[in-house]
C-alpha cells in the first residue's frame, strides 16, 4: 500500500461519535492498525473541543484569530492526503458532531475536492449515511464511491482488537486505502478526477 514515493498515505480520521465506547472510533482505531505502514491513519479524538460553529469565530482577517481546536482541524485536514469519516445515525440524521466539524470546513479552500470515503458501521442506518453524502456533495468534497464502505458491526460485540483481528474488516479497510490511493493517483497524474457517489 506504499505510494510510488515510498511515503505513507496520509489519512486524517474524524468519528461522528463523542461516546468513548462508540464503534465508530473502534473501527477507526483498527483501520489506522490495519492499515500500517502503509497508511498513517490519525483519529481525530478532539472533535468535540470544537466549539459550536458561528460565522462571526469563522470571519476572522487574521487565521490565528480562530478558536485552537478549529485551527487544529484546518492544519490537519490541509495536511492530509485524504479523510476517512465514521459517523452513527442519531434520529435518522447524521449526528452534531460531525455536522459541526463540517460546517467549519465549508468555507476552508483546501476541503474543497480533498478525497473523502465515508464508512457505515450499521448498513440499515442509511439515512445518516445518505445525508452525510449529501453534505459533502455540497461542499465539494471528492467523495471516493470505490473507498466507501459499509461493515456491520452494529449488534457484533467486537471490540477494537477484534476488529483489528477480523480478516473482513481488514478486507474493506485495504479496499478502501487501495481505492483512496489509486484517486490520488490519478489526481497527481493530471487526470481529471471523478468521483462516483454510492
Known sequence: MQSSDNRPLNVLALCG????????AALLRAAARIAAPG????????????????PDLENVVDDRELPRAVKALHLAVDAADAILIASPEYAHGISGTIKNTLDWLVSFEPFI??????????????????????????????????????????????????????PAVADVVAQAIAALRAEI??????????????
Open 113 to 166: 475536492h480533498k478525497p473523502v470515503a465515508v464508512v457505515n458501521v450499521s448498513p440499515r442506518a442509511h439515512h445518516a449515511d445518505d445525508a452525510l453524502r449529501e453534505t459533502l456533495r455540497t461542499m465539494s468534497a471528492g467523495l471516493v464511491g470505490e473507498a466507501s464502505f459499509a461493515v456491520e458491526l452494529l449488534g457484533a460485540h467486537m471490540d477494537e482488537d477484534a476488529m483489528a483481528a477480523s
Open 185 to 198: 493517483g490519478r489526481r497527481a497524474s493530471g487526470d481529471i478526477p471523478v468521483f462516483p457517489l454510492r
Open 39 to 54: 497508511a498513517d491513519i490519525e483519529v481525530a479524538d478532539w472533535l468535540g473541543r470544537l466549539p459550536l460553529f458561528n
Open 17 to 24: 461519535s463523542l461516546r468513548a465506547a462508540s464503534i465508530n
